[in-house]
């Protein structure tokens, strides 16, 4: 559908910049797959690149399309990432979170030099907080981390999946937040970071470098 087609060419625009023995930072995500694909067939006309994956999900298709990857643990820079994002402002702000594979993106997005967001048009907003804020919380902690996000006027609702718990690759909780429209992205991020138990919440500021949006049958780039 016309979704679909705006991701598939805000990914083919993104791939533009990565160059020959980049570190490339593989998102997840229905967005962030148009983009794995392409570099799949980058990689099999010739591009050397070694990918880095945000999720568990995202190292099988990459591994199963020939990408070759390098382990998270192992890796002190990445020169590119491609991800996608649930909302996005003109401010490059971001919630991410949706697939529950945030806090691998934020450690791949906060090693990467050139951080590009695909999404398709209607992930732009005025104002972040539509979607809800997604934070990934240690279980143990989970009854004082909603005293917290309650304490910030947030209303956490932990994520079910086929009736149970939704767990990360990371082996915790997701705990969907809704504070309503946001009007201080920073300060909010500033303050979930303070509540222990926090391992990752959606809150992407300021770590974007370009947003690519799909619209219609053409591309807008947001950059700062
Ligand atoms: O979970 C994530 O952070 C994903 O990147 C999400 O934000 C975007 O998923 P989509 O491309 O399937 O909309």
């Known amino acids: 559908d016309n979704r679909d087609l705006e991701k598939q060419i805000a990914a083919r625009e993104a791939v533009k910049f990565i160059r020959q023995n980049d570190i490339v930072g593989l998102g997840t995500g229905s967005t962030a797959f148009f983009a794995i694909q392409e570099i799949a067939l980058l990689v099999k006309n010739g591009l050397k690149i070694k990918g880095v994956p945000t999720s568990e999900n995202t190292a099988a298709l990459a591994v199963s399309l020939g990408i070759e990857l390098l382990p998270l643990e192992e890796v002190k820079g990445i020169d590119i990432t491609i991800d996608g994002a649930d909302e996005f402002d003109e401010q490059l702000n971001l919630v991410k979170g949706g697939g529950g594979a945030l806090f691998r993106e934020k450690i791949v997005a906060s090693l990467t030099k050139n951080e590009i967001i695909i999404a398709d048009s209607g992930k732009l907003v005025k104002q972040l907080g539509k979607f809800k804020v997604p934070v990934e919380v240690v279980p143990l902690a989970l009854n004082y981390v909603l005293q917290q996000l309650a304490e910030l006027n947030g209303k956490g609702e932990v994520r079910m999946k086929d009736n149970a718990r939704f767990i990360t690759d990371n082996h915790n909780i997701i705990v969907d937040a809704d504070f309503g429209l946001i009007t201080d992205a920073t300060g909010l991020a500033e303050s979930l970071n303070r509540i222990e ?28």
């Open 197 to 224: 138990g926090v391992l990752a919440h959606g809150l992407f500021v300021q770590l974007a470098s370009k947003v690519i949006m799909g619209k219609g049958t053409q591309t807008i780039i947001y950059a700062k």
